[in-house]
């Protein structure tokens, strides 16, 4: 099985848990926060008539909140998983295709924001993907990416795990099939970069205007727990207040790590890339 099938079947799979794993839930805060997000990555907020992609769009965290935010522009998701599209509907997402993130079903020169979360190290070629999406944006259109991982993120998910898992309620092994599919999350994680990868693939790719940098610690640990603990023990999981948790340690890093914490030590990579 190639990379590309491998994710298609992973995420399939993942639909069913991964809004409960990664504490996303669709509502008119969420949507609220999609599109603050992607305001604070451009620049300047999207403009009424605007068309937006959201490339790996899973269940719509962008594809459907976005568009409810803003009714006023047109957001298309597109995703591999006919399964995370299915969930992005049932989210609110209007318009959403089926297709690969390296070879988008648009015209040159159509598309006013291209983003991305957490998808570009699920592709086998993010420097295709990159200039893909290029080729698809307006000439004062931009790239906006978000939550992909930085090296450094696996050694602390790592060591995060090797604790968690020795604790009482966590410890003991997965059923085969569980193992199997936890397994298959680690292996669709195809890439981690650095700011300089990052940088290095988008100039590659064609962009003038690279504007990248690593933020997130506290929360990716609180993300990275609330997967694992679902995976291993639901029960328990439901017992924990994942999402506020996973807000405190946004609201930590903002005020602390990503101001104290070294850039080799943060975990994840946002940006903005214009032709
Ligand atoms: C980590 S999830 C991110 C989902 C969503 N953007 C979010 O932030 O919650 C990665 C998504 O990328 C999709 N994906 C993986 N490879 C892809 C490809 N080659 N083309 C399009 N989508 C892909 C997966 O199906 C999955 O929905």
């Known amino acids: 099985m190639d990379d590309v099938a491998l994710n298609k079947v992973f995420h399939d799979h993942e639909c069913a848990y991964y809004d409960e794993r990664f504490g996303i839930v669709h509502d008119e805060d969420s949507a609220a926060r999609a599109e603050a997000e992607v305001t604070a990555l451009l620049g300047a907020p999207l403009r009424p008539g605007d068309v937006v992609v959201d490339v790996g769009c899973g269940t719509g965290w962008f594809a459907a909140g976005l568009q409810r935010a803003r009714p006023d522009v047109t957001v298309v998701g597109l995703d591999l998983s006919a399964g995370m599209l299915g969930r992005a509907a049932a989210a609110g997402a209007r318009l959403l295709v089926q297709g690969d993130a390296t070879c988008l079903p648009f015209a040159d020169a ?3 924001v291209v983003v991305g979360r957490g998808v570009l190290h699920h592709l086998p070629e993010p420097l295709a993907a990159l200039r893909e999406w290029r080729r698809v944006l307006r000439p004062d259109g931009a790239v906006v990416l978000s939550s ?9 998910g790592g060591w995060l795990l090797s604790v968690l898992l020795r604790l009482p309620g966590l410890r003991g092994g997965l059923a085969p099939e569980d193992e199997f599919w936890e397994l298959a999350a680690m292996a669709a994680n195809l890439h981690t970069f650095t700011r300089t990868d ?7 790719a064609g962009y003038a205007d690279i504007d990248v940098a690593a933020s997130g610690f506290a929360e990716t640990l609180a993300m990275t727990a609330s997967y694992a603990v679902h995976g291993h023990n639901p029960a328990l999981a439901g017992v924990v207040p994942w999402r506020r948790l996973t807000a405190a ?10 101001r104290a914490l070294p850039a080799r030590w943060r975990h994840t990579l946002t940006g903005r890339l214009r032709p």
Do not use: F, I
């Open 110 to 112: 159509s598309v006013d």
């Open 249 to 258: 340690g946004a609201l930590a890093d903002r005020l602390a790590w990503d």
């Open 148 to 156: 992909e991982p930085t090296p450094v993120v696996e050694t602390h």
């Open 198 to 204: 990052l940088v290095r693939l988008a100039a590659a």
